[in-house]
């Protein structure tokens, strides 16, 4: 798909058809491409834990989703929980950060990896819904994920059964400044 088409078309998409499952070399390709994203040193802090398997998919929306993501990630074959790795990217190797950032980096990192990853799904002809609104705490005792990454977003990824409007957008002269 040519890439402004993919840019246009993405949206967040909160209704997936139940019949289309994902595989899992399908879910990494789409890995491949998110670290193929500019990162701190290119330390690739950015980690990515996947479920697909309807035990699991239904346990992890019961027990770490609040309702209405749950309701919108409902027939999701795949839940792609994000993470970063803390004290890396923005941090020297004494274990300083380097700004006033810190962690901000790992995130900051994170959300270009992430962004990759959606643009990635939907030139696959796949849709996406980034999920902010999660309990971290349960996402980290589910998955045995350590204190030393921060659980940060979980990504529904599938095959879409609407195609919602493009919210409005800001134009370039509203967010920028040009000197
Ligand atoms: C960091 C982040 C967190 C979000 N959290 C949620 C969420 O918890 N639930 C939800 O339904 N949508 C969530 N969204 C989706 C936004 O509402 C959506 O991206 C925005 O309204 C623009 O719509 P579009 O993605 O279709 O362009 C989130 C998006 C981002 C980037």
């Known amino acids: 798909m040519e890439f402004q088409k993919v ?9 997936y058809d139940p019949a289309k499952k994902v595989d899992e070399a399908t879910v990494k390709v789409i890995i491949d491409a998110a670290v ?12 990515y ?30 839940l792609i929980i994000t993470a970063f790795v803390k004290n890396s990217s ?12 810190g962690n901000g980096w790992g995130l ?25 609104i999660r309990d971290a705490d349960k996402i980290r005792e589910m998955l045995s994920i350590g204190d030393d990454e921060m659980i940060v977003s979980v990504i529904a990824l599938g095959y879409g059964t609407q195609e919602p409007k493009m919210p409005k957008r800001k134009a370039a002269e509203e967010i920028a400044k040009f000197f």
């Open 7 to 15: 840019i246009e078309s993405r949206r967040s998409v909160r209704k």
């Open 36 to 47: 193929l994203a500019p990162s701190w040193k290119n330390f690739q802090s950015a980690r």
């Open 49 to 78: 834990y996947v479920i697909r398997s309807e035990e699991s998919l239904t346990k992890f929306k019961q027990a770490c989703l609040p309702p209405f993501n749950a309701n919108s990630s409902a027939d999701a074959p795949v």
């Open 90 to 101: 923005g941090f020297d190797p004494s274990g300083e950060p380097v700004n006033e950032l």
């Open 108 to 132: 900051y990192d994170l959300g270009l990896h992430n962004g990759i990853l959606i643009l990635k799904a939907k030139d696959m002809g796949l849709d996406t819904l980034v999920m902010g």
